[in-house]
């Protein structure tokens, strides 16, 4: 498992300090650590382990295919979170995806606190939010403040919120918090 992990985090650590730089991640990277996990896991565990690093590739790529769909991530991020899937797992991934959202929402907070648009923005969420049940209340309340958050997003390469997941992932594994 210490083998999985470390290249987990370091197959992380690069597309996140790539994308960084140049705001892609690349296939070579994502294919390696596809082939690294399948192969670590195959070698380990057999036929089953060779389940299991697809298993991981699909339920990584599936997470992050909707907003892939909707224009939120880029490719390089569903390729790096089905590479990390086939490292650690179909569990394991939907753990760290779930911890990078996590960490995604904070980072992207802490940006809209810094250009100080966070007050509108979550006023906007709360205004959507209570007009999916209040039929009566229309877009026009909240037109405003759509428009207020749109001029300028919180933008951020979304492998830094995946190499936190993986990172927060591990570290709640090591303390046997999660349970898996």
Same mark, same amino acid.
């Given at each position: ?56 590739? /699909?339920?990584? @790529? +599936?997470?992050? *295919?909707?907003?892939?769909? $909707?224009? %939120?991530?880029? =490719? ?45 923005? /979550?006023?906007? @969420? +709360?205004?959507? *939010?209570?007009?999916?049940? $209040?039929? %009566?209340?229309? =877009? ?41």
């Amino acid at each position: 498992m210490l083998v999985r992990y470390s290249i987990a985090l370091l197959v992380a650590s690069i597309a996140a300090y790539t994308d960084l730089k140049t705001r892609r991640i690349s296939n070579w990277l994502t294919f390696a650590g596809m082939v690294s996990g399948i192969s670590i896991n195959l070698w380990g565990k057999g036929f089953p382990g060779l389940v299991f690093s697809i298993e991981g590739i /699909l339920v990584g @790529i +599936v997470l992050l *295919f909707v907003p892939f769909t $909707l224009g %939120g991530i880029g =490719a390089g991020d569903v390729k790096l979170l089905g590479a990390l899937g086939a490292l650690i797992g179909p569990r394991e991934v939907f753990s760290t995806a779930l911890c990078g959202a996590i960490a995604g929402g904070i980072i992207a907070s802490v940006i809209l606190v810094i250009q100080g648009r966070f007050l509108i923005t /979550l006023r906007a @969420i +709360v205004f959507g *939010f209570i007009s999916l049940f $209040l039929p %009566g209340m229309s =877009a026009v309340y909240f037109r405003d403040f759509l428009q207020e958050i749109g001029k300028n997003p919180a933008v951020f390469p979304y492998s830094l919120a995946i190499g936190s997941g993986v990172a927060l992932n591990i570290i709640l594994n090591y303390l046997n918090l999660l349970g898996t």
